[in-house]
């Protein structure tokens, strides 16, 4: 049982049931801390011979902020990043789990890490290589790194699953109720045969105007030509384009483009500090039409 600090033993019982419903993910990362619920906090890795110490904080996180109706231009069409916005990339986690027991959210994280450097690697280099390539890469690396000696065919199984990952409970209802309005669209990293497919698994082609793939520039975002592919797609003029991504730096890099931006914040992380901060942080996709 975890030691506790300044709680009773029923309070020790609770801390015990949160933090092993909780902390395995943020362990496996290797965070340093993590705020879990009910006002408690891991405050510290200790090696496993020893015991997890919790507390209870005299005060939980600061709420999130209400969402503040402000003047929004007319939004003809609203563009979506897929991956990690629409779709959850760390549902490949389970399959990785079954894999490699103990280090599934570990493997999930660093991949997606390394998929996410060398798309910027590569688009700074010059050397393009599509969504695909640079995907199996990063997993590659990823295994090699936490010394997972990965058969091909585990390799290939967790690629494949780029083509099912899960999306987000709340997308498929708050894209029916934006369209009613407006175009939708997602402006995606993603090879195009890849995205066309997880698309279509999702049942969001009913729903979508257009999946639009960067893999006709042979560059990543956040370079601006990326974001000029939805203008040019959708025949909209960036200013009535409303832009959601759940990637901070990419929803920057959409607002120093001039898209009105909409940052899907999941985890309460501060905004990056690289450029203009985007115009509403929002908590799901379920915030948008309110504020339309």
């Given at each position: ?15 015990v049931?949160?933090?092993?419903c909780?902390?395995?993910r943020?362990?496996h990362t ?5 705020v ?6 891991w ?5 496993p011979?020893?015991q ?10 600061p709420?999130?902020?209400p969402?503040?109706r402000?003047?929004m ?8 990043d ?7 990339v760390?549902s490949?986690?389970a399959?990785?789990e ?6 599934g959210?570990?493997?999930s ?10 798309t910027?690697?590569?688009?700074v280099?010059?050397s393009y290589e599509?969504?695909d390539?640079?995907?199996a890469a990063?997993l590659?690396?990823a295994?090699a ?32 109720q934006l369209?009613?309005k407006?175009?939708?669209?997602i402006?995606s ?11 279509t698994?999702?049942?969001?082609d009913?729903?979508l ?5 960067v893999?006709?520039?042979?560059m990543?975002?956040?370079?601006m030509?990326v ?10 003029e960036k200013?009535?384009i409303?832009f959601?991504?759940?990637n ?9 483009f001039?898209?009105t931006?909409?940052w ?5 992380a501060p ?5 203009p ?12 039409a309110?504020?339309?």
């Open positions: 049982m975890p030691a506790t600090l300044g709680a009773s033993r029923e309070e020790a019982r609770i801390v049931a949160l933090w092993q909780t902390v395995e943020a362990r290797g965070l340093k801390s993590a879990l619920p009910t006002e408690v906090q405050i510290e890795r200790v090696p011979k020893r997890m110490q919790v507390r209870f904080l005299p005060e939980g996180p709420p999130p902020e969402l503040k402000r003047h231009p007319r939004l003809d069409a609203l563009v979506f897929a991956y990690g916005t629409l779709y959850d760390h490949v986690a399959l990785a079954s894999f490699f027991p103990g280090k959210a570990a493997l994280q660093l991949w997606r890490t390394k998929q996410l450097e060398y910027w690697l590569r688009t280099m010059g599509n969504f390539v640079v995907t990063g590659r690396y295994c790194s936490l010394k997972l000696d990965a058969a091909d065919s585990q390799i290939s199984a967790l690629i494949a699953q780029y083509v099912k990952l899960d999306t987000f409970g709340e997308v498929k209802a708050a894209l029916a369209k009613t407006r175009r939708l669209a402006l990293n993603g090879a195009p045969g890849t995205l066309g497919a997880l698309v698994h999702s049942g969001l009913g729903v105007d257009a999946v639009i793939s893999d006709s520039l042979r990543f975002k956040p370079d030509r974001y000029q592919l939805a203008v040019d797609r959708l025949g909209v200013a009535a409303g959601v991504s759940s901070c730096w990419d929803a920057i890099a959409a607002k120093n001039g898209f931006v909409f899907i914040n999941r985890l309460n905004v990056d500090l690289h450029g901060a985007p115009d509403f942080t929002i908590h799901s996709l379920n915030d948008i309110p504020l339309l």
